[in-house]
């Protein structure tokens, strides 16, 4: 990353591992285009590593649990084009600051970055349990700008930190999570096989990969339709839509319109799913 700046940046705290090794990882959308994020991630607090040569530990007996000591891994998404001055940088800070939905849409275009990495992470170290992250998850979200080096290293000139959420639902929907769960750990309600796979597109859609969410979503609306029986029967309609989509998406990548087509038929099956469990 150049030196200069100052350069815009998203930052994010999360209480676990995340997969790759810190570093600064420069993000391209081809080999021959110019940078357009570079990711940094950095782990704070994480226990020494141990060496390659130290003996391998053994078991220990314990007369209680005391939690154990977890890492903190920062992640920090810098845009690669500079503002042009300070003055320019400042400015769009204090108007994301006043603005909630430009300053929740910041967030989530570099949780997308993010899970970019993480999803190429996932492919490189054939790891099926590498996961995604959510800004929700973070234990901390920060939105920023400072000069390079500076960004980097976790420091930066002014910077404000997003709050949680804080509205609140109502009791009865804070509750049918936990009765669900209950449910299904007791064996009263089985979790069905569609349901799974379209949390799977829904993951898909949400972090942009469009055509393993039109893949997932035709799976999902097909075992939808074979485990709901009449219950999933107005899912049918939606069969054309996600068929075009996962045949196009064998191919290529979704055009405009077959992705906003894809949107709608992920959001109608969850709406059918809800409306039938």
């Keep these: 990353m150049a030196r200069s700046g100052p350069f815009a940046f998203a930052q994010l705290e999360f209480g676990f591992q995340l997969g790759p090794a810190d570093g600064r990882y420069v993000v391209r959308p081809r080999a021959d285009a110019e940078a357009e994020r570079v990711i940094v991630l950095s782990t704070v607090g994480a226990p020494p590593a141990r060496g390659r040569l130290a003996r391998r530990p053994r078991p220990r007996r314990i007369e209680h649990a005391a ?78 700008y400072g000069d390079g080096e500076q960004v980097a290293e976790g420091r930066f000139r002014d910077a404000y930190e997003v709050p949680r959420d804080e509205r609140r639902r109502r009791r009865a929907e804070l509750l049918l999570p936990d009765e669900r769960l209950a449910a299904v750990l007791g064996g009263r309600d089985p979790v069905l096989a569609c349901e799974e796979l379209l949390l799977r597109a829904r993951a898909d859609l949400d972090a942009g990969r469009l055509r393993e969410a039109a893949l997932q979503a035709r799976i999902a609306l097909e075992a939808l339709l074979a485990e709901l029986g009449e219950r999933g029967r107005p899912a049918e309609r939606l069969r054309p839509a996600v068929r075009e989509a996962a045949n196009a998406a064998l191919t290529r990548e979704l055009d405009p319109a077959l992705a906003a087509s894809l949107r709608d038929a992920v959001a109608e099956l969850e709406a059918v799913l809800r409306r039938a469990k």
């Excluded at 891994?73 to 006043?98: D, Q």
């Design 67 to 144: 939690p154990a000591a977890v890492p903190v891994t920062r992640a920090t998404i810098v845009r690669a084009r500079p503002f042009a001055t300070e003055r320019e940088a400042s400015a769009w800070l204090m108007e994301l600051a006043g603005d909630a939905e430009r300053l929740t849409a910041e967030v989530e275009d570099a949780v997308r970055e993010l899970n970019r990495a993480l999803r190429a992470h996932r492919a490189a170290a054939a790891d099926p349990y590498a996961r995604d992250v959510s800004a929700a998850q973070a234990l901390a979200v920060r939105v920023g």
